[in-house]
């Protein structure tokens, strides 16, 4: 190998683990989902144009560990004892109610039921990542094994 290969390699590797450390290291998980891109797709189902991730590496090396978000739950019907949708933003500006996109909202799976929320209650919640672009019944971004880290 050319000495000139071995310090490319040598860059792309440290790169690499300096981006993957920084993600990990990341507070919350809501920005790195605000960087990821959304395209406009005709559904049947619906008779309207969902939206669509678009994933890329950077987010990719999220999916399937342990994030941390804290948001404002936001009572649906998708909600069940062990699952909520929780949003960056209040209720009035949700995804569902208001402006917001798709990368503002994820559902939580808990390892165990929870107690009744209140509308725009906080929570701190922890859980594993998991990634959704072909499910369109589903959230994109899904945490599951989550538990309440604070309220």
């Not at 960087?35 to 939206?51: E, H, L, P, W």
């Not at 404002?72 to 402006?99: A, E, H, K, M």
């Amino acid at each position: 190998m050319l000495p000139n290969q071995a310090l490319l390699k040598l860059s792309i590797w440290v790169f690499l683990l300096v981006a993957c450390h920084s993600l990990a290291g990341q507070n919350s998980a809501w920005d790195s989902f605000a960087r990821v891109k959304f395209s406009s797709k005709y559904q049947a189902d619906y008779g309207m144009n969902i939206q669509v991730p678009q994933f890329d590496w950077t987010i990719r090396l999220l999916e399937g560990k342990e994030v941390t978000l804290k948001g404002y739950f936001v009572p649906t019907d998708l909600q069940t004892p062990r699952s909520i949708i929780l949003s960056r933003v209040p209720n009035s500006s949700c995804f569902f109610c208001g402006g917001a996109g798709p990368e503002t909202v994820a559902r939580i799976n808990f390892k165990q039921a929870i107690h009744k929320l209140k509308t725009d209650e906080i929570l701190k919640v922890k859980g594993i990542l998991k990634l959704n672009d072909s499910n369109h019944r589903e959230m994109s971004f899904i945490l599951e094994e989550a538990e309440i880290l604070e309220k």
